[in-house]
């Protein structure tokens, strides 16, 4: 559990407005906190469940906020995870990736064709040239 100091310090730093103190980002940052703080005590306490399950629980908040701020304010999703250094993965994000690989590898497949077929054009025009003479 953060001390109200550090809440404080966290909700000064990530506030969207003067009187805010429940936006999503600030939300985002309090369990981010609560999070490495749960984490070092696990580092020490390996058998300690109880703790464990609030962990995830955090965490599971965590990703639902995210999900929602990046549905709602993409630029404020981004700024927020890099500010935090929060590990993101996005589903949509890695098929987008993987879909650029994809168009790319089509591209050059397409481009590779092209060229051999020109050079099938080269070598049937050199043949037909060798062949009237």
């Not at 906190?33 to 399950?53: A, G, I, P």
Request: proline share 0%.
């Amino acid at each position: 559990m953060l001390d109200k100091k550090k809440k404080d310090a966290i909700i000064k730093k990530f506030k969207t407005h003067k009187n805010d103190t429940g936006s999503s980002e600030v939300q985002i940052a309090i369990l981010t906190e609560e999070v490495k703080e749960l984490t070092e005590h696990l580092k020490e306490h390996k058998k300690d469940f109880s703790s464990r399950r609030g962990l995830i629980k955090k965490l599971n908040q965590r990703r639902k906020l995210l999900r929602f701020l990046e549905r709602d304010n993409r630029e404020s999703f981004f700024k927020l995870v890099k500010k935090l250094n929060i590990k993101v993965i996005n589903v949509a994000e890695i098929a987008e990736e993987d879909q650029k690989k994809i168009d790319d590898d089509l591209a050059k497949e397409k481009e590779n064709h092209e060229k051999a077929i020109e050079k099938e054009k080269e070598d049937k025009k050199k043949e037909d040239e060798g062949g009237d003479k």
